[in-house]
């Protein structure tokens, strides 16, 4: 397992689609351990692998307290099946917009399909936290950023501020 490094706005891969995988193979897998371990230093709660530079259809996840055991997902080529009319606001952060926070509204509940670590088909529902940040990772698929849902001046001061951090680091 290796730690990579999280690419961080403007970087224009972040706004590429990613291409859908074809096999869940021994790589892929490897691939997702190193997304995993990335993850968890961070930290962080979700990683989609374009956010290490990989422009897969791959997200790991682990939304268990820090301090309890580990209770890592693994999404290839997740689909939103189904989601509902009710929508619910989530204060969300993201790895590649350090240090920023703000609410983003989405729909409550989806069902989602993907394959699984072991390339089995999972069908399931998803609320609460899991369905935010379902949807933020699977987002990053389509190179879209939490910040694009939010007004152009919040957007554009965000990047500015990484900008700036990122020069005085
Ligand atoms: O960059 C990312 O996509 C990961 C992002 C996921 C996310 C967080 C909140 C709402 C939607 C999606 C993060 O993990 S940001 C860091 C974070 O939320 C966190 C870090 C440590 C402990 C608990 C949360
Ligand atoms: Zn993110």
Request: charged share 30%; glycine share 6%.
């Amino acid at each position: 397992m290796a730690l990579r490094e999280i690419l961080t706005v403007p970087d224009p891969l972040l706004k590429q689609k990613s291409a859908a995988v074809e096999v869940v193979d021994d790589g892929l897998r490897a691939l997702m351990d190193d997304m995993l371990e990335t993850m968890y230093a961070a930290p962080g709660i979700g990683l989609a692998a374009v956010q290490i530079g990989v422009p897969k259809r791959v997200i790991v996840m682990d939304l268990s307290p820090r301090e309890g055991e580990q209770e890592p997902k693994y999404f290839v080529n997740p689909e939103i099946v189904w989601a509902s009319e009710e929508t619910a606001p989530y204060e969300e952060g993201c790895l590649s917009v350090p240090d920023i926070y703000d609410e983003v509204e989405r729909p409550a509940k989806v069902r989602l399909r993907y394959l699984n670590y072991q390339g089995e088909t999972i069908e399931e529902e998803a609320e609460g936290v899991y369905a935010v940040c379902i949807q933020h990772e699977m987002d990053h698929l389509d190179g879209v950023l939490f910040i694009d849902h939010l007004s152009r001046l919040k957007r554009e001061r965000a990047v500015a501020k990484v900008k700036k951090a990122k020069q005085a680091a």
